[in-house]
């Protein structure tokens, strides 16, 4: 157990819908990560946040939007779904975001299916 | 662009076989680089990582040293157990200039007792 809670573990929804996943950090991690993993695509890195601010920017659809909160947990929104949308979306998150020497620690996901 | 490349899986390998597992990566600058295992049903976990050339990480009996020269961070395994049949996911972070994380496509590696 890494510490990293998603949550749902599965949605299943409908194309044009809108979904969020949510993801709580480590206890004392200020930094929070957003992953897609697809049979087609592979891992792809999404967004990063940092004590609230964005840190760093992926391969993030227009359609997808993220934010992290006061309390740090943070929020995955992803709007006019579409077929291809449907992945699993991983939350990782590390102490202080130092790129490049952070450790990562990865949540469990949320499966996302999009009909 | 930045890229991280990966042999092609699954590798499979009898208990107490020698194991290797290619990545080779194109960057701009001096990015860390990292072995992530991908456990069924689970997420991510970092195995180990190298920050610099020359550097070696290890942890659990995996190593992968960061060579420049080769553009190389293959990881090695002396004797593999049932117990670390996984996905292993080569990544790179790079940290000059924009930030980028790039993941190769994972690589399979199923061992038979």
């Known amino acids: 157990d890494s510490g990293v809670t998603q949550t749902p573990k599965h949605l299943i929804t409908a194309t044009g819908q809108r979904v969020t996943l949510r993801c709580s950090p480590r206890s004392g991690d200020l930094s929070v990560y957003w992953y897609q993993q697809s049979l087609d695509q592979g891992l792809q890195f999404l967004i990063q946040?940092?004590?609230?601010?964005?840190?760093a920017k992926g391969n993030i659809l227009e359609r997808f939007s993220a934010q992290q909160f006061p309390d740090l947990h943070s929020e995955l929104n992803l709007s006019s779904l579409e077929l291809g949308d449907s992945a699993l979306y991983f939350c990782a998150s590390s102490e202080q975001g130092t790129v490049g020497t952070d450790t990562q620690y990865f949540g469990p996901g949320t499966r996302l299916t999009v009909l | 662009g930045d890229s991280v490349t990966q042999m092609e899986g699954p590798v499979t390998l009898s208990e107490e076989a020698f194991l290797t597992i290619n990545c080779t990566y194109t960057a701009t600058g001096y990015p860390s680089l990292f072995w992530y295992v991908q456990y069924p049903g689970e997420g991510l976990q970092l195995l180990l990582k190298a920050t610099k050339a020359d550097d070696k990480g290890s942890n659990k009996g995996f190593e992968a040293t960061y060579r420049k020269e080769t553009t190389s961070f293959h990881l090695e395994k002396g004797s593999v157990q049932v117990s670390d049949s996984a996905v292993y996911f080569c990544a790179l972070i790079r940290i000059s200039g924009t930030y980028k994380y790039i993941f190769g496509t994972g690589t399979r590696l199923k061992v038979l007792a």
């Open positions: 946040y940092y004590n609230g601010e964005e840190r």
